[in-house]
């Protein structure tokens, strides 16, 4: 399996500029998360979705951002429009409950860098 | 609210054995996940425990004690390439809503 794959993997861009951050999870899969790290918050849950419908999305800091889930294998979160203190890692994560462990798969990021 | 507390920093020497503690205060728990995050990586699961007691996996163990609101992971024979940084996340909902901790820099010396 190819994993979760993120794209793309650096965005640098303006301040005002939308922002599309885009998630093939792995195959199977039925529930996705994205995340977001800074040195400063750390590793922070912004939405997931289970089944393709939108669960918890309590974290998503504001109505600037916004999420999709189309379909299974596909997810994008938004931003706009985009604002320094967006910078940091965008992950998206994965996972299909199995033998009760709730492993979640990891991407390898997108890092957003607005100036 | 939510918290988890856990060390900031721990430093070790190859071969030796080392703890890392967390520690949480949540509005609900269904179990407690370790994660592996080497720098400029993406976090990777290391174990999850939903009930007390010790879950061991190769030279990583976890455990859990739900009445203590504790849980620690033990690396043993530690390698060099364990340095990395070491995140507990509490499974908050009986679905996935997961908090993580702010983590736990593990630093191995030869």
């Known amino acids: 399996d190819a994993g979760v794959i993120q794209s793309p993997r650096h965005e640098v861009t303006e301040m005002g500029q939308e922002v599309t951050l885009r998630c093939k999870p792995i195959s199977g899969h039925n529930s996705l998360f994205w995340y977001r790290q800074t040195m400063m918050r750390g590793l922070e849950l912004l939405i997931y979705f289970n089944n393709n419908v939108p669960i918890d999305d309590s974290g998503m800091p504001e109505d600037r951002f916004s999420a999709k889930m189309p379909n299974a294998s596909f997810s994008t979160l938004k931003i706009q429009p985009s604002e320094p203190r967006d910078s940091a890692v965008y992950f998206c994560a994965s996972s299909l409950a199995r033998g009760g462990t709730y492993e979640q798969y990891f991407g390898p990021g997108t890092r957003l860098t607005v100036t | 609210g939510q918290s988890l507390e856990q060390p900031s920093e721990v430093t070790a020497v190859e071969g030796a054995i080392v703890q890392i503690n967390c520690t949480y205060q949540?509005?609900?728990?269904?179990?407690l996940s370790w994660y592996q995050q080497h720098d400029g990586g993406a976090p990777t699961f290391l174990s999850y425990n939903a009930l007390d007691g010790l879950e061991e996996t190769g030279r990583f163990s976890s455990f859990l004690s739900r009445s203590d609101s504790y849980g620690y992971l033990l690396l043993q024979e530690l390698q060099m390439k364990d340095s990395a940084s070491y995140f507990c996340?509490?499974?908050?909902?009986?679905?996935?809503?997961?908090?993580f901790g702010a983590g736990t820099r593990l630093f191995v010396k030869a």
């Open positions: 996340a509490v499974r908050v909902t009986g679905g996935f809503k997961t908090i």
């Open positions: 949540t509005s609900g728990f269904y179990g």
